[in-house]
């Protein structure tokens, strides 16, 4: 899956091997609670590996709490602003819909604000 202005690289607070999405085309980041990282990309979502498949990502303050208390995830224990979380790795293809469409929430979140 292709998405647009996102790139895929390595995160910059997170070890190898995860893979983080960076939106391009944003010359700062001027909503720092939508970014997992202090520094340019803005990098609002990284995925932790292929065999631990969880994530951290940012969503609004609102939307975070709702996804961890649906039991998608839980509040990520370094966040600085409350919209970081991790979410749990899918186990199925049913999981994996609902995982990319909060991840896709995360993106757009991200989009809006900066």
């Given amino acids: 899956m292709q998405l647009n202005g996102v790139a895929e690289g390595h995160s910059s607070v997170s070890p190898a ?3 983080a999405l960076l939106l391009t085309g ?5 909503a720092p609670e939508t970014s997992l990282s202090p ?10 590996g292929v065999t631990d498949t969880s994530a951290h990502l940012c969503l609004p303050l609102e ?3 709702a ?3 649906l039991g998608w995830g839980e509040v990520h224990p370094f966040g600085d602003f409350g919209t ?20 896709e929430e995360s993106l757009n979140f991200a ?3 900066n």
Avoid at 88 to 99: A, N
């Fill in 17 to 19: 091997p995860s893979r």
């Fill in 26 to 30: 944003h010359s700062e980041i001027s």
């Fill in 39 to 48: 520094r340019e990309p803005l990098e609002p979502v990284h995925i932790h």
């Fill in 63 to 65: 939307r975070s709490n």
């Fill in 67 to 69: 996804v961890c208390e």
């Fill in 84 to 103: 970081e979380i991790m979410v749990y790795g899918p186990r199925d293809e049913e999981e994996l819909e609902v995982i990319l469409s909060i991840i």
């Fill in 111 to 113: 989009r809006t604000l």
